[in-house]
Nanobody
Protein backbone atom coordinates (compact mmCIF):
# COMPACT_ATOMS: atom_id res chain seq x y z
CA UNK A 1 0.00 0.00 0.00
CA UNK A 2 1.45 3.32 -1.08
CA UNK A 3 1.43 5.95 1.63
CA UNK A 4 2.32 9.63 1.37
CA UNK A 5 3.23 12.10 4.11
CA UNK A 6 3.70 15.84 3.68
CA UNK A 7 6.14 17.75 5.83
CA UNK A 8 7.31 21.34 6.07
CA UNK A 9 6.76 24.62 7.89
CA UNK A 10 3.22 25.58 8.74
CA UNK A 11 3.97 29.30 8.67
CA UNK A 12 5.79 31.21 5.95
CA UNK A 13 6.37 34.96 5.75
CA UNK A 14 5.27 36.93 2.69
CA UNK A 15 7.85 37.10 -0.11
CA UNK A 16 9.63 33.99 1.18
CA UNK A 17 9.72 30.56 -0.43
CA UNK A 18 7.37 27.82 0.71
CA UNK A 19 9.06 24.41 0.78
CA UNK A 20 7.25 21.13 1.35
CA UNK A 21 8.37 17.52 1.05
CA UNK A 22 6.30 14.43 0.41
CA UNK A 23 7.75 11.17 1.68
CA UNK A 24 6.47 8.09 -0.12
CA UNK A 25 6.43 4.61 1.38
CA UNK A 26 5.17 1.30 0.08
CA UNK A 27 6.33 2.04 -3.45
CA UNK A 28 9.06 3.77 -5.40
CA UNK A 29 8.62 7.19 -6.98
CA UNK A 30 10.50 5.84 -10.00
CA UNK A 31 8.00 3.03 -10.63
CA UNK A 32 7.03 3.22 -14.27
CA UNK A 33 4.01 5.33 -15.20
CA UNK A 34 3.36 6.65 -11.69
CA UNK A 35 2.85 10.39 -11.32
CA UNK A 36 3.40 12.49 -8.22
CA UNK A 37 1.43 15.69 -7.81
CA UNK A 38 1.07 18.69 -5.56
CA UNK A 39 -2.45 20.06 -5.06
CA UNK A 40 -3.68 22.75 -2.72
CA UNK A 41 -6.98 23.99 -1.34
CA UNK A 42 -7.25 27.59 -0.16
CA UNK A 43 -9.82 28.27 2.55
CA UNK A 44 -13.32 28.26 1.14
CA UNK A 45 -12.14 27.34 -2.35
CA UNK A 46 -11.74 24.23 -4.46
CA UNK A 47 -8.72 22.09 -5.18
CA UNK A 48 -5.99 23.63 -7.32
CA UNK A 49 -3.57 21.45 -9.27
CA UNK A 50 -0.10 22.90 -8.89
CA UNK A 51 2.18 20.55 -10.77
CA UNK A 52 3.42 17.03 -11.26
CA UNK A 53 6.66 15.09 -11.44
CA UNK A 54 6.49 11.92 -13.46
CA UNK A 55 8.30 8.66 -12.68
CA UNK A 56 11.03 9.59 -15.18
CA UNK A 57 11.62 12.98 -13.57
CA UNK A 58 9.70 15.08 -16.09
CA UNK A 59 7.79 17.99 -14.59
CA UNK A 60 4.70 19.91 -15.61
CA UNK A 61 3.20 22.94 -13.93
CA UNK A 62 -0.03 24.87 -13.67
CA UNK A 63 0.53 27.80 -16.06
CA UNK A 64 -0.84 30.24 -13.50
CA UNK A 65 1.82 29.17 -10.98
CA UNK A 66 4.62 28.10 -13.27
CA UNK A 67 6.81 31.16 -12.76
CA UNK A 68 6.89 30.55 -8.99
CA UNK A 69 6.77 26.75 -8.74
CA UNK A 70 9.42 24.07 -8.77
CA UNK A 71 8.93 20.36 -8.13
CA UNK A 72 11.92 18.13 -7.61
CA UNK A 73 12.70 14.69 -6.24
CA UNK A 74 15.24 12.78 -4.20
CA UNK A 75 15.12 9.19 -5.35
CA UNK A 76 17.53 8.08 -2.63
CA UNK A 77 14.99 9.19 -0.02
CA UNK A 78 11.91 8.35 -2.10
CA UNK A 79 10.69 11.91 -1.69
CA UNK A 80 9.43 14.66 -3.94
CA UNK A 81 9.30 18.31 -3.02
CA UNK A 82 7.52 21.55 -3.79
CA UNK A 83 8.98 25.02 -3.75
CA UNK A 84 6.72 28.03 -4.23
CA UNK A 85 8.51 31.36 -4.31
CA UNK A 86 7.40 34.90 -3.53
CA UNK A 87 4.44 33.76 -1.49
CA UNK A 88 1.57 36.05 -0.49
CA UNK A 89 -1.34 35.51 1.91
CA UNK A 90 -3.27 34.19 -1.13
CA UNK A 91 -1.00 31.14 -1.03
CA UNK A 92 -2.44 30.16 2.35
CA UNK A 93 -3.93 26.72 1.84
CA UNK A 94 -3.92 23.07 2.77
CA UNK A 95 -1.28 21.45 0.59
CA UNK A 96 -1.64 17.83 -0.48
CA UNK A 97 0.68 15.44 -2.22
CA UNK A 98 -0.81 12.77 -4.43
CA UNK A 99 0.42 9.68 -6.15
CA UNK A 100 -1.41 8.14 -9.09
CA UNK A 101 -0.88 4.62 -10.31
CA UNK A 102 -1.18 3.54 -13.97
CA UNK A 103 -4.59 2.10 -12.99
CA UNK A 104 -5.62 5.66 -12.02
CA UNK A 105 -5.83 4.68 -8.38
CA UNK A 106 -5.00 7.70 -6.26
CA UNK A 107 -3.01 7.83 -3.06
CA UNK A 108 -3.17 10.95 -0.89
CA UNK A 109 -1.23 12.47 1.93
CA UNK A 110 -3.28 13.78 4.83
CA UNK A 111 -2.56 17.38 3.85
CA UNK A 112 -0.63 20.08 5.63
CA UNK A 113 -1.82 23.58 6.47
CA UNK A 114 0.46 26.37 5.33
CA UNK A 115 -0.29 29.92 6.39
CA UNK A 116 1.42 32.90 4.82
CA UNK A 117 1.58 35.72 7.33
CA UNK A 118 4.04 38.14 8.80
Amino acid sequence: QVQLQESGPGLVKPSQTLSLTCTVSGGSITTKHYTWTWIRQPPGKGLEWMGVIVYDGSTYYNPSLKSRTSISRDTSKNQFSLQLSSVTPEDTAVYYCNGRAPSNRDYWGQGTQVTVSS
